[in-house]
């Protein structure tokens, strides 16, 4: 994992706005509808190529394949791994709970819900679970990546692939009570641990950085553990941290990336952990850098909390320096400020790479930025990031 020896590296977090046609056929897909396999094969290998090109325009460092090929950050396992069947609905966020009135407006904001990927309504852990021994769909994923990077004549830095860590495929897809072969949460816990190892090898031996996609680690304190103590969210953050490290096991912490998130959604937010709260639980996992959002209403004054809680020497911050659930287009100083900011609070600026809150695609048609905003907000991190060089470099 590259530092920011001579000026601030820019990279984002993960997901792209996809081609509408593309998003279509996923859903179909996962929805169990009729679909061309032909027509999604071709979407997805033009879907990704278009990702890299447009990142690489965009004048990003550290890029991926946009995950295109996939319905959702999370739910895309489901594709990779057997035992998941029927569905379940997860507990509204308490954002939903204490403005109905805002859950009203998302409702008629987001549409028609046949026309969506599952997001609160998805598959559940109903027998032992198992990643696919083939490797296919991570294979497909990482052949479609590599074709894209082929075509252009430009190399990015570094690249990086995302996966879902164990604790958000757990917290999303939800353990059935009846589940035979898990009595417990902790099971399928780290039963799920051992079964995503097999995907993060793979994204390692391809020679990318591999990203763990874990909102669960702040996001669940409004949704699981919305009606409970602090106290029992933190154990479960300590028990997701377990899970990371089990999965993590000989891959060298230099070549992960963790992303934290606290959901992308343009709510309140007003039951939000603290950060403080998690840094020391964070600083647990086996990582080489933590990617956490920096640039929204609610979080960008949290960049202090590196201060009180300081980095451990071994890792860089991805700060999230653009908001992606609002499409105010953020000027070029506005980034700037937030990468000194975040740089000052650390105390090295060499450990400090620009990124975004989270991502603009987490799932198949459900986005809150338009996609040629999203791809101009990228162009901001770009220009934000370098007049943020200048200051700190001279």
């Known amino acids: 994992m590259q530092y920011s020896h001579d000026r601030i590296l820019t990279t984002h977090t993960g997901s792209l706005p996809r081609p509408r046609s593309l998003s279509e056929l996923l859903v179909r897909r ?5 679909f061309d396999q032909t027509a999604l094969a071709r979407e997805i290998e033009q879907g990704v190529a278009q990702a890299v090109r447009d990142q690489l325009d965009a004048g990003l460092d550290i890029i991926n394949d946009g995950e295109a090929p996939r319905v959702g950050f999370s739910t895309y396992v489901i594709e990779r791994m057997t035992g998941f069947g029927g569905e379940q609905r997860r507990k509204p966020a308490l954002d939903m709970q204490r403005f109905p009135g805002y859950a009203d407006h998302m409702a008629r904001q987001i549409g028609v819900a046949e026309d969506l990927a599952r997001v609160w309504n998805t598959a559940e852990a109903q027998r032992a679970v198992h990643y696919e021994d083939s490797l296919a769909g991570v294979s497909a994923e990482l052949a479609a990546f590599d074709h894209g990077l082929k075509q252009q004549h430009a190399r990015p830095t570094e690249t990086f692939m995302t996966a879902a860590s164990p604790g958000v495929v757990t917290t999303t897809m939800l353990r059935a009570a009846d589940n035979p072969d898990y009595p417990t949460d902790r099971d399928y816990v780290l039963a799920v641990a051992r079964e995503m190892k097999k995907e993060y090898d793979a994204i390692i031996a ?20 919305g009606d409970q103590p602090l106290g029992s969210f933190l154990e479960r953050v300590e028990l997701h941290v377990e899970a990371i490290n089990l999965a993590l096991a000989d891959i060298p912490p230099e070549k992960v990336r963790l992303h934290v998130c606290w959901g992308n ?34 979080h960008e004054h949290e960049s202090v909390s590196f201060r009180t809680h300081p980095l451990p020497e071994h890792m860089l911050l991805i700060p999230g ?18 990468l000194c900011a975040a740089a000052d609070a650390v105390g090295d600026r060499e450990r400090i790479i620009a990124g975004t809150d989270c991502g603009f695609g987490t799932f198949a048609s459900y986005e809150f930025v338009a ?3 999203a791809w101009a907000k990228l162009g901001a991190l770009s220009e934000g990031a370098a007049l943020a060089s200048q200051r700190l470099w001279g």
């Open 265 to 298: 959604w343009q709510g309140p937010h007003q039951d939000d952990v603290p950060v403080a709260e998690l840094l020391p639980l964070l600083y647990q996992a086996q990582v080489g850098a933590l990617s956490i959002p920096l640039g929204n209403p609610r």
């Open 206 to 225: 391809a020679g990318h950085l591999l990203q763990l996609d874990a909102p669960d680690l702040a996001m669940e304190r409004v949704i699981m553990f």
């Open 30 to 34: 996962e929805q169990h509808k009729p």
């Open 371 to 373: 996609p040629d905003v």
């Open 321 to 338: 320096v653009i908001d992606v659930t609002t499409n105010y287009l953020e000027h070029p100083e506005v980034v700037a400020n937030r």
